[in-house]
């Protein structure tokens, strides 16, 4: 199974723009901050995501203010230029 959630903020917002057959899709950033605890011990977790969203939630997002914090759901492929991860969103609720 391929399913990622995460809590993030949007920090970077690259221009709406629409796939070959119509469809809206926004590539974002996310940055993530928490405290886990590995080993009996607290962590400090901080990482940035690459992720694109497509449709109706590409263009809601696109409305969207920067650092607004996030519930994001949906999974996980590799990049198309092969360089890293692809967090592709399907659904997101303000926190």
Not at 42 to 56: D, I, T, W
Request: aromatic share 8%.
């Amino acid at each position: 199974m391929n399913r990622f959630e995460l809590s993030a903020s949007v920090v970077q917002v690259q221009t709406l723009r629409y796939t070959p057959a119509g469809i809206p899709a926004l590539n974002i950033v996310l940055e993530h901050e928490s405290q886990v605890v590995e080993m009996d011990t607290p962590r400090e977790v901080k990482l940035q995501l690459r992720a694109v969203v497509f449709g109706s939630q590409a263009e809601s997002l696109a409305r969207s203010g920067l650092d607004a914090s996030y519930q994001f759901s949906g999974f996980m492929t590799n990049a198309r230029n092969g360089k890293g991860l692809l967090f592709h969103i399907q659904d997101f609720s303000k926190t």
